[in-house]
C-alpha cells in the first residue's frame, strides 16, 4: 500500500537534513488515515480577528484595517447602525505590521498561532451619529464572518503609532481616546500626560467588551516613579482607574495584558478624562412627566445633586447628559415607570405604610446593610415583586426576601435567572396585615453609592400571548452541494405554546429550507439549510418571521440576535467549494537554522486546471519562530511543485516546527462570475515538519555595545564561523529598523577565505535614534544557490544631548 506514503521525497536542497523516520506503517493505520482524510482536509472561509483602530470619534474620517485570514486581495465590507458609512470594498494594505517579540517559550511555541493580514478601509461617521457600538463584517466567495465590533466616541483621537522594541513613553493631550494594541507578547504601552495638583481623572480601558483577548492592567505613575494607582478588572476585566493628582507634573499610564501575553489582535481603546466623568446615580429612575432629584457620584462633579425633568414618552429608558463647569458627563440611563416613587430612608418612620402598586428606590450604602420597606396587604391579593439593579447598570447583587410582622420568612429569592442577579418573587399573601420586604447585597462584604436598586412591587398583570425569536447568530455560510443546521429558539408568554411556523424572506434560488417548525411546547428547532449545484455564489440578507396561532388570533414575529445591538437579519454566504487539494508525504527532517529548505508536494486538481498561489497559511497548527516562505506560482496544469521556507537564524534547536501552506486558485463559475478560492490542510502528512539543528554559519561582533555621536563613525569588528559546507564569500548586512533614523552601514564582502573583518557604523549629522532595540548584523552565504543566514546583534548607547 504506497498510495499514500511513497510519494516523492522532498528535496534535500540545504545542509545536514536527515529523515527521522523510516519502516513501514501498519496496514490498518494506513487505511484510517486515509478514511479520515476526507474529513481532515479543509478549504479555508474567511475570519477575522481585529479591526484597528477599533473605533472613531464622531464627525470624522477614520481609516482602518481590519487584520483577517483568506481575505485575499479584496473583499466586501459593510458596517451596520446609524451615523456610519464604510468603503464597500476592502483591499489588500501595502504592509502588516509585525514584531517578534521576545523568545516564545515551551510548551506555548506548540500551540496554534494566527497570522492575519491587513485589509485597508475607512469609515466616515456622521456628527450627530450615537455613541457606542456598530457592528462590521466581511464576506468572501467562500463565506462570511459573524459581526464584530466597532465604538463611537466622543472625544478627540489618536492612533498609536506602533514600532519594534522596548515601548516609548507617547504625550498625549486630553481629554483623548488612545487606539493602541499589546503587540508583540510583553508589550507594555506608556501614555503620558501633564497633571495638576487636585485635579481628578478617568483612565477607562475598552477591550474585552468589544471582543479583545486583552486582559488589561492599568497603573498610573507620578513623579519621581511613584506608583498612584492600579487596576485590573473595574469594568468586566477591563481596567478602570481614577485618581486626583497630589502634585503638578507628568503622569505615566502604563497598559499591558496581565499574563504579558499579546498579538496583532489585543487591541484596545483608552480612554483618558480630564472632565466630568459619573460613576454612580441616586435613584435609578423616577415616574413619567414628574420632577426628579438626583445624586450624582463621580469625578469632578462641580454639584453632588441635579435636578431632571423626565419625559412622558412610552420609551423604558431615558438617556440623558448632565452638565458640569461648562463640561458633559458620560450619558446616564434612568428608567421611566407610570407608578408612585417611594426614596429611602426606608418607611420605618412612617405612620401608614404605603399603598401599593409603587417602586421602592433604595441603596445598599455600607457592607451589611438591609434596607426594609414596609407594605399592607390583604387576604387572597397577589403582587409581584421585581428588584432592578444589575438589569439597570448597579452593582448590587441582590437577595430579596418578603417577611410576615413577627419576622417569620415567607419567601425568598437571589436570582430570577441564571445569568441575572436581579430578584424577583411573586406571592399571594394569606390575610389582611403589614408585611416587610427586605432587600439586601448578597455578599454582605460589599456596599456602597452604586449600589442601587428599584424595586417594584405590583399586581401581576395577565400576560397576552406572545413569542420572541432568536438566531443563534447573524451570519451562515453554506457551501454549494451541502447541507447545514441553523439554531432558530424562541421564548414564549402568556400561553402561547402552540407550534410556530417559520418562513424565510429572500431566499436565494438553489437554497431550500426543512424543519421550519417549533413544534408545540418546545423552544427551538434546528433549521435544515441546503443549497444545490445551482445556488449562485453570494451573500444574502434573510429574514426569518415565525407564525403563531392563539384561538383565532394570529401572532408574527420577527428574528432577531441576541447580543446588543440587534440584528434583525441573517446574511447568508453561499460559499464556492475549493476543488483542488495539496497532498504531501509524511516526513520529519533535521534542518538547520538559517538554512533555506524545500518541500516537494503534489497536487489534486480535481478538475481545476488554472494557475495556483501557494504561500505560507494565514492560520498555522504552531507559531512560526519566524519562519518565511515566499509566494510561488504554480502554472496552470501543473500537479507537482517544491516549496521552499527560510528558517530564522536565531531559532532554538531541538524544537520542531510545523509549517502549514496554502493554495489559492481563481474558479469560473457557469456563469462567468471568478471566485478566487483557497485550500489548507492540517494533517501531519501536509505539514512540513522540522527538528531544528544548530547552524554551520555564525557571525559575532565586537563590541556589544556602540555610544551614538553625530557624525561619528564606529568600526565593528566582525568574525565569521563557517562550517564544512559553507564556502564562497559571506555578505554582511546592518538590519535598521524602519523607525531609527540616523544611521547607516554600507554592505559589505567577507572573502571566502577571510575569518574577520571590519563593519563600520556611521552615524548622521541630524536626529538620531530612538535606539530602542538592539540593532541586527546578517551574515548570508549561499548554499546551491539558496540564502544561509546568521546573526548577532548589539546595542546603541545614547546620550540625551545627541538625540
Known sequence: MTFLFLLPNALKRTLKVWPLTTGHWPLTLLLTVYCLLPTL???NPPSVSYIFPAGGQRGTSVAFHVGGHYLHEVCPFEMLGLGVKATPLLHRAPHTAWFEGPLVPKPYSSNSEDYPKDQAGAVSIAPDAPLGVRRYRVWTSQGVIPTMKYVIGDFPEIVEQEIDGQPLPTPVELPVTINGRIFP?????????????GHGYTCEVMAARIGSPLDSRL???GLAGRPIAENVDGKGTDSFVQFIAPSDGEYQVKIHDINFAGLQHFVYRLTINDGPVINDVFPLGGRRGESLSVELNGMNIAAP????????????????QFASDGKTTNPITFELSDLPEFFEQPNESATEPPALP???NGRIQTAGEMDRWTFRAGPGQEFLFDVRASRLGSRLDSVLTLEASNGTVLAENDNLATDQTDSQLRHTFPAEGIYTAVIRERTPRRGGAGFAYRLHVAQPMETAPDFQLQLAADALTLKRGSELKFKVSTTRSGGCDGPIELSFADLPAGVTV?????????????VKYKADDTAKIDAYRLTVTGTCKVGQQTIQRQAATTEAPVLDHLLLAVAMPTPFKVIGAFETNYVSRGATYFRHYTLDRGGFEGPLTISLADRQVRHL????????IVPAGETEFDYNIKLAPWMQPARTARIVVMAVGVVTD???????VCYTSNIANDQIIMMVATGELSVDISPKSVLAARGRTAPLTVKIGRGQSISGPITLQLIIPAHVRGITADDVTVPADTDEISLPIQFGDNELGPFNIPLRVRATALVDGQPYTAEDQFEILTDRTQQ
Open 219 to 221: 497603573e498610573i505613575i
Open 358 to 360: 409603587a417602586v421602592f
Open 625 to 632: 519562530q519566524g519562519v518565511t516562505g515566499p509566494e510561488i
Open 514 to 526: 426543512s424543519e421550519t417548525t417549533i413544534a408545540a411546547n418546545k423552544s427551538e428547532t434546528q
Open 305 to 320: 445633586m441635579a435636578t431632571l425633568q423626565m419625559p412622558t414618552t412610552t420609551d423604558s429608558t431615558y438617556t440623558h
Open 41 to 43: 482536509l479543509q478549504a
Open 185 to 197: 507578547r510583553e508589550d507594555v504601552d506608556t501614555w503620558t500626560f501633564a497633571g495638576k495638583a
Open 670 to 676: 457557469s456563469d462567468g462570475t471568478q471566485h478566487k
